[in-house]
T-cell receptor
Framework: SQQGEEDPQALSIQEGENATMNCSYK?????LQWYRQNSGRGLVHLIL?????REKHSGRLRVTLDTSKKSSSLLITVSRAADTASYFC?????????????FGAGTRLAVHP | NAGVTQTPKFQVLKTGQSMTLQCAQD?????MYWYRQDPGMGLRLIYY???????DKGEVPNGYNVSRLNKREFSLRLESAAPSQTSVYFC???????????FGAGTRLSVL
């Protein structure tokens, strides 16, 4: 089974609302990353939070990490139609001397004008 | 700045045919990866190359082979394509230290 699992699988909101996506994982991690994928495109890195950090901000993005619960959340504030995409969490695990990323199945976000 | 370039973008194969997916990066990254993405699932790692001259199996390596041709290029070969290999394939590269990965636009492969 996958290391990272996102919740919800799909989310539909109106422009201006906030969108919250959650990610749970099973084993200890070095860092956790969030990626975005627009339809038919490759993934784009959004933000990285290290295992010793609890919260991180980047523009309208806010990521939290709770290592005791093995969970993370991604909050997109004041959403725009252009935020419509799939969002994936990826957990970085040490493997053979480098960080291996394991991706969850993603949350499909639809932001309606 | 091209980043990660994958070719081809689309391909249709018949069962049993072979093909090679090409990937090149211009960011001087040490590590490169091949993933497949199937509907409703996240990316699954097929093979990776932590540095030039090394390759290792990922989660789903069966039916695939890879070659790290040089620091820039990492190819994925399907020797005898099967319908189960119908998928979208992504190549990625990363700076080994942070492992933030940069992705190509993907190759959509259909095996009939």
């Amino acid at each position: 089974s996958q290391q990272g699992e996102e919740d919800p699988q799909a989310l539909s909101i109106q422009e201006g609302e906030n969108a919250t996506m959650n990610c749970s994982y099973k084993t200890s991690i070095n860092n956790l990353q969030w990626y975005r994928q627009n339809s038919g495109r490759g993934l784009v890195h959004l933000i990285l939070i290290r295992s010793n950090e609890r919260e991180k901000h980047s523009g309208r993005l806010r990521v939290t990490l709770d290592t005791s619960k093995k969970s993370s959340s991604l909050l997109i504030t004041v959403s725009r139609a252009a935020d419509t995409a799939s969002y994936f969490c990826a957990t970085a695990l040490s493997s053979g001397g480098y960080n291996k990323l394991i991706f969850g199945a993603g949350t499909r976000l639809a932001v309606h004008p | 700045n091209a980043g990660v370039t994958q070719t081809p973008k689309f391909q249709v194969l018949k069962t049993g045919q072979s093909m090679t997916l090409q990937c090149a990066q211009d960011m001087n990254h040490n590590s490169m990866y091949w993933y497949r993405q199937d509907p409703g699932m996240g990316l699954r790692l097929i093979y990776y190359s932590a540095s030039e001259g090394t390759t290792d199996k990922g989660e789903v390596p069966n039916g695939y082979n890879v070659s790290r041709l040089n620091k820039r290029e990492f190819s994925l070969r399907l020797e005898s394509a099967a319908p189960s290999q119908t998928s979208v394939y992504f190549c990625a590269s990363s700076d080994s230290f942070k492992n933030i990965q940069y992705f190509g636009a993907g190759t959509r492969l259909s095996v009939l």
